[in-house]
């Protein structure tokens, strides 16, 4: 599946952003997907995933409450939306997926086998 990712942008604190993420192919329901996400100087870091049995989903402690990660299998499309921003969440953002990617490396960078170019999303304090 190829990964496209647009919606960033620039934003106040406390404002909102949604990010969207088009892949390709017709079975991207039997895609586990996850968003990550890297900041200048840091190493790309886990924000949410969503499996694709169960409909469980999966957050980082750091964006809990304030990420919601969904999906739309019809239109080959998942979504992170984003409220209650902060500056430290300003980073590049990726779109991942895989389907072997097993429950206990949901989290894991390297864990999916595709993901596209990001999108930036900078907040100001």
């Known amino acids: 599946v190829q990964l496209q990712a647009f919606g960033g942008g620039w934003v106040q604190a406390g404002g909102s952003l949604r990010l969207s993420c088009a892949g390709s192919g017709r079975t991207f329901s039997s895609y586990n997907i996850a968003w990550f996400r890297q900041a200048p100087g840091k190493e790309r870091e886990f924000v949410a995933a969503?499996?694709?049995?169960?409909?469980?989903?999966y957050y980082a402690d750091s964006v809990k409450g304030r990420f919601t990660i969904s999906r739309d299998n019809a239109k080959n499309t998942m979504y992170l939306q984003m409220n209650s921003l902060k500056p430290e969440d300003t980073a590049v953002y990726y779109c991942?997926?895989?389907?072997?990617?097993?429950?206990?490396?949901?989290?894991?960078?390297?864990?999916?086998?595709?993901w596209g170019q990001g999108t930036q999303v900078t907040v100001s304090s």
């Open positions: 991942e997926a895989d389907r072997g990617t097993i429950l206990g490396d949901t989290r894991r960078r390297h864990a999916y086998g595709h």
């Open positions: 969503f499996r694709r049995s169960g409909g469980y989903t």
